[in-house]
């Protein structure tokens, strides 16, 4: 890795001491000396470095934080963030995680983490409206982008469609294509509810974070008509992010 000392200071020495932290900051990451995940100097280090007060580090930090270059954690210390991941979602149109990435130039690969059969709860009946005597499967996979892992999808489903399905194509497949493609049963509509919390020690794991990581939360049903076929959450490391675009006609 370049050693910091040998970042070119900017052209006006007289600017304020933040920005001169922020630009040796920023032209390290572009330049790659530090990449995504490295840690940063400390704001200790930095106000020696610049004979300055951590005040002013934490300002010029707190810059780049805004910027979305770094993220800083409690307790742990500063790093450089992963690059944004992100998918549009048109409500005029069923989107596929899988499908919206291949349109950024960047293919989804999977791990295939477990795929047995499960109690099911009463909550997770629910959601697919099934009866108590009913058996149900979940699947766990790990979703990796550019063979780093960005989520985990965990999802629930009849046996009866479950055993339906492959090992190997579960390790491969975009589960909405099996069932679109292979078992000809079309998704007619998908309700999605989005929001934030934080990465337990499962998650955490095995999407290389901190316990108590903040991780984007995406929990759908998808149906066939009015039948709930699969129903599921999918964790995102914080990186990913989703645009949302509603079509003129269908706002209220």
Do not use: C
Not at 44 to 51: F, H, I, P, S, V
Not at 153 to 162: D, K, N, T
Not at 197 to 215: E, F, Q, R
Request: glycine residues 8%.
């Amino acid at each position: 890795m370049q050693a910091y000392n040998d970042f070119p200071q900017p052209e006006h020495e007289n600017s304020p001491v933040y920005l001169r932290i922020q630009n040796d900051l920023r032209a390290g990451i572009h330049s790659g000396a530090y990449k995504p995940g490295d840690i940063l100097p400390s704001e200790t280090e930095l106000a020696k470095r610049y004979r300055t007060t951590r005040a002013t580090v934490a300002h010029a930090m707190q810059g780049l934080v805004f910027e979305g270059l770094i993220k800083r954690r409690q307790g742990v210390g500063t790093f450089v963030a992963r690059p944004a991941v992100a998918t549009d979602v048109v409500t005029s149109r069923l989107g596929i995680f899988e499908h919206d990435m291949l349109l950024t130039g960047q293919k989804v690969f999977y791990r295939l983490l477990e795929f047995s059969s499960t109690p099911g709860t009463p909550a997770i009946r629910g959601h697919l409206k099934l009866p108590p005597d009913e058996p149900v499967h979940e699947l766990r996979r790990l979703r990796l982008v550019q063979g780093a892992p960005l989520g985990i999808e965990i999802r629930y489903m009849a046996s009866r469609l479950a055993l339906r399905l492959s090992q190997s194509e579960l390790g491969q497949v975009p589960l909405q294509d099996i069932f679109e493609g292979r078992l000809t049963i079309v998704l007619t509509h998908i309700n999605n509810t989005v929001y934030t919390a934080t990465a337990g020690p499962y998650i955490a794991k095995h999407l290389n974070l901190p316990k108590n990581s903040p991780v984007l939360v995406r929990e759908h049903t998808q149906f066939n008509d009015e039948t709930p076929v699969v129903w599921g959450k999918t964790f995102y490391r914080e990186e990913y992010q989703i645009r949302y675009t509603t079509v003129a006609g269908q706002m209220k």
